[in-house]
């Protein structure tokens, strides 16, 4: 059974930092792009980031380009999204997702998905 985990999330202010994780289980993920949403309370789910596996290419939302990275770690079967310099808005629910297909920046294109971590910024 395949299953993806998040953690890392937590409560943090304004201005600092969070890791996230997600681990892959039940197959192997190498050859998946992975990516990151995240859903606001009242907000549809958008798209944060992601990476091919392919050529290791990444793609961020203009909201957080320049704060967060993403990362992965096949031999752990494992990704991550470093954020930094956080912001309010920046509070939502992340989620991890896997995808064997080209479009990255659209939820429905992944076939797997994690359950979520929650993610809250205080000012």
């Known amino acids: 059974q395949v299953q993806l985990v998040e953690s890392g999330g937590g409560l943090v202010q304004a201005g600092g930092s969070l890791r996230l994780s997600c681990a892959a289980s039940g197959r192997t993920f190498s050859s998946y792009n992975m990516g990151w949403f995240r859903q606001a309370p009242g907000k549809e789910r958008e798209f944060v980031a992601a990476?091919?596996?392919?050529?290791?290419?990444?793609y961020y939302a203009d909201s957080v380009k320049g704060r967060f990275i993403i990362s992965r770690d096949n031999a752990k079967n494992s990704w991550y999204l470093q954020m930094n310099s956080l912001k309010p808005e920046d509070t939502a629910v992340y989620y991890c997702?896997?995808?064997?297909?080209?479009?990255?920046?659209?939820?429905?294109?992944?076939?797997?998905w994690g359950q979520g971590t929650q993610v809250t910024v205080s000012s």
């Open positions: 997702a896997a995808t064997r297909r080209y479009t990255l920046v659209v939820g429905s294109e992944y076939d797997y």
């Open positions: 990476i091919r596996w392919s050529s290791g290419s990444t």
